[in-house]
């Protein structure tokens, strides 16, 4: 039994030592890299192990061109946003009013109750104030007529302080003639269409050519002949119930 137990002893350290020698080589190859090629110089294989280190440093990179796009997404919408500040605002729209002929203004000078007068706008557009004398409103906003009186005054009294205020607008005035019920002036108090006008008048009459309507508008010293078809609108076809301006004469044959 005792040779038998060597012999068994002797394999088993023979399938031990291979083992212990094929797992000592793996660690080397990982370090060691250019022992692989025996036949390469010693310059190549110092240059090979930079080269393999470059991997390494070149991971930071990624990081700092991912940085750079976070500072510029803050500046691309204040861009579009200043295109909504030219919306009008109620405001802006009444300044833009003009005053004209027959429209009665109060204009007062802060602590010069003497200099403040209500007066009515002439036909040739002016009125008449103290120290001022004649001066011209009609085709000016309150705040330009403000300006020029401000600006007059100032020669009189250091820094004055003067309102206008438009108590009475009279000037905004359109004409309906023609086969309707009740024909004459009328004031516009608003923005109104053409029927809202001819029902001012109290509607056509039943002779009256509903589809020969013209409004008739000043442009400068030429005069527009502007056709409106009664007949159209009530048919809902295609007729634009457009606005009358301030001078409009709606002739109804």
Known sequence: MKPVVS???LLACLTVTPVA????PEPRTSIEVP???????????VAAAPAAAEPAEAAPT???P?????????????????????VPTPIDLANAYQIG?????????????????????????????PLVNDIQAAGLTP??????????????IPAPEVSVIVREVHSRKVTVAGAVKLPGRYELKSTMTVLEVIALAQGLTDFASRDRIVILRQNGPKTERIP????????????????????DIVFVP
């Open 62 to 64: 990624p990081a700092s």
């Open 101 to 129: 002929p027959e429209d009665v203004l109060e204009i007062s000078v802060w602590k010069n109750p003497e200099l403040s007068r209500t007066v009515p706008v002439r036909p040739d557009g002016k009125v008449s104030l």
């Open 228 to 247: 409106f078809n009664y007949r159209k609108i009530s048919d809902s076809a295609q007729q634009d119930n457009f606005l009358i301006r301030p001078g």
């Open 143 to 156: 705040i330009d007529l403000r300006d020029q009186v401000t600006s007059k005054l100032s020669e009189y």
């Open 21 to 24: 020698f094929a797992q000592e």
């Open 7 to 9: 012999a068994t002893l």
């Open 66 to 86: 991912a940085a750079t796009p976070s500072d510029t997404p803050p500046t691309v919408p204040t861009a579009t946003r200043p295109a909504s500040a030219a």
């Open 35 to 45: 022992p692989a090629t025996a036949d390469t110089p010693v310059d190549t294989a």
